[in-house]
Each structure stands twice: as structure tokens, then as C-alpha cells.
């Protein structure tokens, strides 16, 4: 039964941490641990990363993962959904996002360099005379990610 349980919280939301997990089922660290290494063990899930591994199901592929991962962050994703929210609309600045994700520049600097180095958001210079960052913007730019990905893998 407490297998079925991690294994259908997995599959509902593929990509979460131990932590997450711990969490969500209140188990016992023991019983988390006794649980996912059957399942790992059995071939239903796989660990993505080393250190603070993910879990999945063995059917998500292997390029959503990283995408996934990326969005199982609070602020990336944050910032993910304010940008498709904003697909036909004016691109945001940094220091827009910043005030909607109620977080510093410097934390909105460092997931948009991630989110632009998995080409999930792109930067666009909005002054070809400047190069102030108040002239750059940025906007999603992998289409193939829309809010249907984000239901389907429940982020």
C-alpha cells in the first residue's frame, strides 16, 4: 500500500526531491527510503542527479526532465508562468519580473541565466542603441513548453 502511495505521487508529479516526498506522504525517512530504493530497484521509477536526486516515472522522457526540474523550483517556475501568461503581450524586464515574483534582481538574475541556458526563456534587446539593462526583456522562448505542459506534468 505505502509503495502504491509513493509510487502514484511520483507519477502525479513526476521530478519531486525526497524532501518533497517526505512531505507529502508524512512517512517516516525509513519507510520513504525502504519504498523508493524497491521502487528503483523493481524499475518503476529513476533517480535523475546525485546529490538532491529527483524521482520520475520510468515513462516521462528524458528531455522533459531537465525542464521539469527546472520548474520544480518555486521562482523559476514563478517566473515561467508570468512569462506564458504574457505570450502576446509586451516581454518583461528583470526588474518587472522581480516586483511580480517578489524576489531580489540578483535571485531573478540567476534563475533567468538557468531559464536562458536551457533555452526556456530568451533575452531580447528591445534598443539596438543601448545596451542598458532597462532596454532587455525576455520572453519564453520554447513555444513547445505551454501551459498544457505544465497541467501534464503537474508543475
Not at 512531505?23 to 525502504?34: A, D, E, L, M, Q
Not at 521539469?68 to 528583470?94: A, C, E, G, P, S
Amino acid at each position: 500500500m505505502r509503495s502504491k502511495i509513493v509510487f502514484e505521487l511520483i507519477n502525479e508529479s513526476p521530478g519531486l526531491s525526497y524532501n518533497e516526498i517526505a512531505r507529502k506522504t508524512n512517512f517516516s525517512n525509513g519507510v520513504i527510503s525502504h519504498y523508493l530504493n524497491k521502487l528503483l530497484q523493481e524499475g518503476e521509477i529513476e533517480k535523475e542527479g546525485i546529490k538532491r536526486g529527483k524521482y520520475f516515472t520510468k515513462n516521462i522522457p528524458k528531455e522533459d526532465r531537465e525542464i521539469i526540474i527546472l520548474l520544480r523550483n518555486k521562482t523559476n517556475n514563478q517566473i515561467f508562468k508570468i512569462l506564458m501568461k504574457n505570450l502576446d503581450v509586451n516581454d518583461y524586464t528583470q526588474n518587472e519580473i522581480s516586483k511580480k515574483v517578489k524576489k531580489s534582481g540578483s535571485t531573478i538574475s540567476v534563475c533567468l541565466k538557468i531559464l536562458r541556458k536551457s533555452n526556456i526563456v530568451e533575452r531580447i534587446i528591445t534598443s539596438k542603441n543601448s545596451k542598458f539593462t532597462s532596454d532587455v526583456s525576455y520572453r519564453i522562448s520554447n513555444r513547445r513548453l505551454s501551459s498544457k505542459y505544465l497541467m501534464k506534468y503537474n508543475l
